[in-house]
T-cell receptor, first 115, second 114 residues
Framework: AQKITQTQPGMFVQEKEAVTLDCTYD???????LFWYKQPSSGEMIFLIY??????QNATEGRYSLNFQKARKSANLVISASQLGDSAMYFC????????????FGQGTRLTINP | DTAVSQTPKYLVTQMGNDKSIKCEQN?????MYWYKQDSKKFLKIMFS???????INETVPNRFSPKSPDKAHLNLHINSLELGDSAVYFC?????????????FGDGTRLSIL
């Protein structure tokens, strides 16, 4: 079974600073995908970034990058130059390639950007 | 041009009632899902359908019955609602075999049981 752990319930960061949100995962399957989603206070789930288990390079999407350390089973999200609009819940999730591709989510981290 | 749409957005009802939530996606995906987000914001899969066939049923009480009339629609019917059913229910969709493509979520249905 897959498991995702996010150990930071809340993070407070000054605007324009970089922030790292931690995520560790556990699976015995060699083929898997890791995702980060953002949930603002309005409630919708917004996809941010994806990392495949066989990807050689860390994923990047604009201000978002994923620090993927396969041996440590970690997939931390890095947000550069944080903005007030980045304040939200952030969820790390994974799915395995074989079988039904359900997402298994971590507990989430509430990020607050201070002006 | 909403990709995954759920109705209603809010649902307030009495304990013991029966209610339905509808979901439609226009992305051409073949797999749809229902997730439940509890009061602590934890998200958990409930069901998944692939081309109208149930492929995931995560030990959800049988008061919950999903129905997929076609691959673009996945509805959730809940019988005899209980206080513990209060949550936000998210519908999502994806394309089988395209793991790099993320699941697309609807905006959620906030269910409150009085």
């Amino acid at each position: 079974a897959q498991k995702i752990t996010q150990t930071q319930p809340g993070m407070f960061v000054q605007e324009k600073e970089a922030v790292t949100l931690d995520c560790t995962y556990d699976t015995s399957d060699p083929s898997y995908g890791l995702f980060w989603y953002k949930q603002p206070s309005s409630g919708e789930m917004i996809f941010l970034i994806y990392q495949g288990s066989y990807d050689q390079q860390n994923a990047t999407e604009g201000r978002y990058s994923l620090n993927f350390q396969k041996a440590r089973k970690s997939a931390n999200l890095v947000i550069s130059a944080s903005q007030l609009g980045d304040s939200a819940m952030y969820f790390c999730a994974m799915t395995i390639i074989q079988g039904a591709q359900k997402l298994v989510f971590g507990q989430g981290t509430r990020l607050t950007i201070n002006p | 041009d909403t990709a995954v749409s759920q109705t209603p957005k809010y649902l307030v009802t009495q304990m013991g009632n029966d209610k339905s939530i509808k979901c439609e996606q226009n992305l051409g995906h073949d797999t749809m899902y229902w997730y439940k987000q509890d009061s602590k914001k934890f998200l958990k899969i409930m069901f998944s359908y692939n081309n109208k066939e149930l492929i995931i049923n995560e030990t959800v009480p049988n008061r919950f019955s999903p129905k997929s009339p076609d691959k673009a629609h996945l509805n959730l019917h809940i019988n005899s609602l209980e206080l513990g059913d209060s949550a936000v229910y998210f519908c999502a969709s994806s394309q089988t075999g395209s793991i790099k493509q993320p699941q697309h979520f609807g905006d959620g249905t906030r269910l409150s049981i009085l």
